[in-house]
């Protein structure tokens, strides 16, 4: 079975300049999740997806980033204009149907961002 | 940030003794889930605990969910080489909020 594969696996960007991660899911997996995860700290969920439907964007600053999951499969998490301060790894996870509970999350490589 | 708190932040091991990491909540979880992250890997599942005092085992690992849902700890015993890692608990809280703690890192003297 794949897993969850995401890209680019790096990305190296100026300050003030757009950049885009893709991620695919486990197929069959409806819930999707990016985080963002800085050196010497857990991942911080950035938004969750169960299909289609953004049903937790509360930590996701929406002044300068968006996400969609269009088809409820792949999904695309983007930063426009990019800060020095978004230098991290966002990592993208999914897992089978939400029922008020959570399930075992796969994650996927993450891509690392580097902010110049 | 983090509404869950790990400690201790690192733990410096010698090969062959047991440890324990502490994962601590201030509101009561409905789940917790444990991963492990090796160094320049991604988070890997280990184990998720539902009810409370909840014990689960997987060969030398020993998870523990507390009575109050509060809190949970993982045991190593007989550390080894391959257990190096970062150790993450990731809670539910009764809003459907997930938060990750921000990990033990373990490093092992062999």
Redesign the interface.
Known sequence: EAGVVQSPRYKIIEKKQPVAFWCNPISGHNTLYW?RQNL??????LI?YENEEAV?D?QLPKDRFSAERLKGVDSTLKIQPAELGDSAVY?C?SSSSWS???????????TRLTVT | GQQVMQIPQYQHVQEGEDFTTYCNSSTTLSNIQWYKQRPGGHPVFLIQLVKSGEVKKQKRLTFQFGEAKKNSSLHITATQTTDVGTYFCAGLRGDYKLSFGAGTTVTVRA
């Open positions: 985080y010497g700290q857990g991942p911080e969920l969750r937790d509360s990592l996870a008020g509970s959570i399930y075992e999350q796969y994650f996927g490589p993450g």
